[in-house]
T-cell receptor, first 117, second 122 residues
Framework: NAGVTQTPKFQVLKTGQSMTLQCAQDMNHNSMYWYRQDPGMGLRLIYY???????DKGEVPNGYNVSRLNKREFSLRLESAAPSQTSVYFCASTRRGVRGAFTDTQYFGPGTRLTVL | AQTVTQSQPEMSVQEAETVTLSCTYDTSENNYYLFWYKQPPSRQMILVIRQEAYKQQNATENRFSVNFQKAAKSFSLKISDSQLGDTAMYFCAFMKHVGGPVRSSNTGKLIFGQGTTLQVKP
């Protein structure tokens, strides 16, 4: 049981390049999230997928797109990277409880450190 | 909108002593969850403790306990018998409790504070 895995662990991009961050979970969780963490700040939500087949914007979605490929996988894409997207990116997942309530803890992946030059 | 504030950017404590990290939040909701996450230098986010707002009893997990003051919207973390392995950044987080069918408003998303860096000194 690997929990939440993310690839790659590190990445350096040039301005304007594109890339996709991959996330997978093996806990049969319904909901998945992408956060970014910048120095001196807590994690901020970029996009989330409350259940397979749905995605929605979070607090800071500009410059990103997501795909919920299946129940296990949730990818984050930067179409044209900018220096402001230099950050550490975390994927998280959680299950839904009785009657769809979010009652459980979010489990986080190890993060991807992205640098955009 | 909900906000979470951690007013102590950095703290230090001697090994084996007790330290308290502060967290306040702002919400108009009555039913919600509060969390403390630990982030060591490895960057991994690790759940330390959680509290359901409808429970009056403060949550405890071994050396970690909280002081939950709902009326004051305060949620502090106490670490007893501090250990070198407790050195990390600690984040307070809020989650609104929303049940029912899947809707765009039914997110389960976490709102984080800015974090407190804790250094445990030998």
């Amino acid at each position: 049981n690997a929990g939440v895995t993310q690839t790659p662990k590190f990445q350096v991009l040039k301005t304007g390049q594109s890339m996709t961050l991959q996330c997978a979970q093996d806990m049969n969780h319904n909901s998945m999230y992408w956060y970014r963490q910048d120095p001196g700040m807590g994690l901020r939500l970029i996009y989330y997928s409350a259940s397979e087949g749905t995605t929605d914007k979070g607090e800071v979605p500009n410059g990103y797109n997501v795909s919920r490929l299946n129940k296990r996988e949730f990818s984050l894409r930067l179409e044209s990277a900018a220096p402001s997207q230099t950050s550490v990116y975390f994927c998280a997942s959680t299950r839904r409880g009785v009657r769809g309530a979010f009652t459980d803890t979010q489990y986080f992946g190890p993060g991807t450190r992205l640098t955009v030059l | 909108a909900q906000t979470v504030t951690q007013s102590q950017p950095e703290m230090s404590v001697q090994e084996a002593e007790t330290v308290t990290l502060s967290c306040t939040y702002d919400t108009s909701e009555n039913n919600y969850y509060l969390f403390w996450y630990k982030q060591p230098p490895s960057r991994q986010m690790i759940l330390v403790i959680r509290q359901e707002a409808y429970k009056q009893q403060n949550a405890t997990e071994n050396r970690f306990s909280v002081n939950f003051q709902k009326a004051a919207k305060s949620f502090s973390l106490k670490i007893s018998d501090s250990q070198l392995g407790d050195t990390a950044m600690y984040f307070c987080a809020f989650m609104k409790h929303v049940g029912g069918p899947v809707r765009s408003s039914n997110t389960g998303k976490l709102i984080f504070g800015q974090g407190t860096t804790l250094q445990v000194k030998p």
